[in-house]
Nanobody
Framework: HVQLVESGGGSVEAGGSLKLTCTASRVTYSGYCFGWFRQAAGQGREGVAAIFPTNRNTRYADSVKGRFTISQDSTRDTVYLQMNSLKPEDTALYYC?????????????????WGQGTQVTVS
């Protein structure tokens, strides 16, 4: 099975930036769609951004458009989430997810594989 490991979380002041990294292993298929999700304390897990493998098209939640950027390296085994102009409401546990096929790329139910998450705290 695909294994995902997130890194790059931390604490930052409002207006600051962080870059999250998702490293995938045991990837046997080049067509995985990758997504970033987040879950704040006491709330559900919401889709933040996603990237499609073939054309590198991206999708973003309205709450992060213009501030967050998802990207993928040439090997397609590493996915990044650049987060700028961070706000306190961005505080959450951020998860990386992957799936061989997705309908709505910002829906949790579409993804088969998940990382353990990395904490982002904005004060």
């Amino acid at each position: 099975h695909v294994q995902l490991v997130e890194s790059g979380g931390g604490s930052v002041e409002a207006g600051g930036s962080l870059k999250l990294t998702c490293t995938a292993s045991r990837v046997t298929y080049s067509g995985y769609c990758f997504g970033w999700f987040r879950q704040a304390a006491g709330q559900g897990r919401e889709g933040v951004a996603a990237i499609f493998p073939t054309n590198r098209n991206t999708r973003y939640a309205d709450s992060v458009k213009g501030r967050f950027t998802i990207s993928q390296d040439s090997t397609r085994d590493t996915v990044y989430l650049q987060m700028n102009s961070l706000k306190p409401e961005d505080t959450a546990l951020y998860y990386c997810a992957a799936s061989a096929w997705v309908g709505d790329p910002l829906k949790r139910r579409e993804y088969s594989y998940w990382g353990q998450g990395t904490q982002v705290t904005v004060s």
